[in-house]
């Protein structure tokens, strides 16, 4: 899903519109950014992250969800496990916005 924009925490900054590598977004003046071009939309998350308020909310694709599988690759070691959850925490923080 392309990224929505939640209007009452936008502060119209323009971050996210200087961020996007592919101009999904487009100025629109004293209103917050248009998503203009949805399907220009890579998933990179940059809007989110780099937004100051919050602002962003991003559905990230079922296949950007898949970790390697312990059946496939063995359990992880402490540190691979802790970077898993690390990068689930993250995903959640993305689809969940507090
Ligand atoms: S970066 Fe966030 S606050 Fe700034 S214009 Fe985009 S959505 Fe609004
Ligand atoms: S996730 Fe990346 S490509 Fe998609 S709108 Fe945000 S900055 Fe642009």
Redesign the pocket.
Known sequence: M??VIDEERCTLCGT?YD???????TPAGDEPPC?AY?E?????????IDCPAEA?V?DLPLQMHIVPSPALYGPPGPEEADALRQAAAFSRSIVEPS
């Open positions: 392309p990224p996210c961020r996007c590598p592919t101009d999904v977004f998503v949805p220009e939309c890579w998933h990179c998350a940059a809007c989110v962003v991003l």
